[in-house]
């Protein structure tokens, strides 16, 4: 018999699924007498808006095979919404892709822009793990890091932002962003800024990478990830998109369109609705604004510290102890939040805690914190 190598599952070179790690604490939260309030995962559970549906079922008739591009419409939806609401200029439908998800999109978004063994990505110091997994799924090197200093004379091939955070809630300014620009450019460093919470913030200004303040109106280099599971409640449907460079934007099509990740239609018509309808977004930032009113007044009254925070869906707090610990001494009250373990080393004594549950369920979490 020829000798053929050894076989070598990715998932070798993984890191543990973070949410694994949970089960002893998820069953001590839930032996509580009033039983289990979820606080982990930042999952929407209020109703996709009418108007979103309505196109969903509309399209659903469809029986052919959609194309990786998406339609002109969804296309264009997409750059009216990011000019509309975030003020992006520039961008033009051959500048814009949809994702099945921004997670697959960041996934495998080093494999196909060519990373492979020898190349560095850059991810922030606490960042949601899927950066990482990315990168190692195309045999990259990942380094953490939040300064542009800590790099040195280093030149990585790709370098994550994250503003606002997940999990921190924190923005990132202007200067710090054109800075960041800047230095990318220097060196030829592909920029991808996740800005899944763009939509969501409660204190001052987030900027994406692509608004003219930070990119003087070039976005050669830069890709903004965005999603709509978090804005317009549709985590269930998959729904995400990419937007930028368009010579970067090709080549992620030309791979995908290989890999048939095609957005089904009846999606791409929900997203076309979701993206021209600013009214259902307002309402459901509404009403996250007013979970946290609730929920970050209590977890203070509790003895904790909430670091940054200020955009996003989580509350970053500390009692400066081990997160496992805080992990613990929520579960004895039946609530379960995320270890800031999960998002790197320098989370190891913050916990992360979701908005994302419904008004009963955060006055039962406050009643129980008081």
């Known amino acids: 018999m020829v000798a053929r190598p050894e076989r070598r599952p990715p998932v070798r070179a993984l890191p543990v699924f973070p949410w694994d790690t949970l089960v002893e604490a998820r069953s001590r939260a839930a032996a509580h007498p009033d039983g289990l309030v979820d606080l982990t995962v930042g999952t929407p559970v209020d109703p996709v808006a009418p108007v979103i ?15 990786t591009v998406g339609r002109l419409d969804l296309r264009e939806a997409m750059v009216g919404s ?4 975030y003020g992006v200029t520039g961008l033009t439908p051959d500048s814009v892709l949809p994702a099945i998800g921004t997670k697959e999109l960041i996934a495998g978004l080093p494999a196909q822009l060519g990373l492979g063994p020898g190349h560095t990505v850059v991810v922030p110091e606490v960042a949601y793990p899927t950066y990482e997994v990315g990168a190692l799924l195309a045999g990259a090197t990942v380094v953490r890091a939040d300064s542009l200093v800590q790099l040195g004379p280093s030149s990585p091939t790709l370098l994550y932002l994250n503003s606002p955070s997940n999990p921190s809630g924190k923005v990132l300014g202007p200067e710090h962003l054109r800075k960041v620009v800047g230095w990318a ?6 920029v991808a800024s996740d800005e899944c919470y ?7 200004e987030a900027l994406s990478i692509l608004d003219p303040r930070v990119c003087d109106g070039d976005h050669t280099g830069l890709l903004a990830l965005h ?21 970067l934007v090709a080549e992620l099509l030309a791979v995908r369109k290989h890999a048939g990740l095609m957005m089904p239609l009846p999606i791409q018509s929900a997203m076309t609705a979701a993206l021209g309808d600013d009214a259902h977004e307002d309402d ?3 009403r996250y604004r007013a979970r946290r009113a609730l929920l970050r007044p209590a977890v203070e009254q509790a003895g904790f510290r909430i670091d940054h925070s200020e955009a996003g869906l989580y509350l970053w707090a500390t009692r400066d102890e081990r997160c496992r610990d805080t992990v613990d001494w929520f579960a ?20 992360r805690i979701a908005l994302t549950a419904t008004d009963a369920t955060i006055a039962e979490a406050v009643r129980r914190l008081a």
Do not use: M
């Open 227 to 247: 999603s709509l599971s978090k804005t317009s409640n549709l985590a269930s449907y998959r729904a995400g998109f990419v937007a930028g460079d368009p010579a």
């Open 284 to 286: 459901q930032r509404e």
């Open 82 to 85: 990011l000019a509309r609401r």
């Open 53 to 67: 549906r309505e196109a969903l079922a509309a399209e659903s008739a469809e029986p052919g095979y959609p194309t």
């Open 332 to 351: 004895e009250r039946g609530l379960l939040v995320a270890p800031g373990e999960f998002y790197g080393p320098a989370g190891a004594r913050h916990v």
């Open 198 to 204: 763009l939509g969501l913030v409660w204190e001052g």
């Open 185 to 190: 450019r220097e060196r030829g460093v592909i």
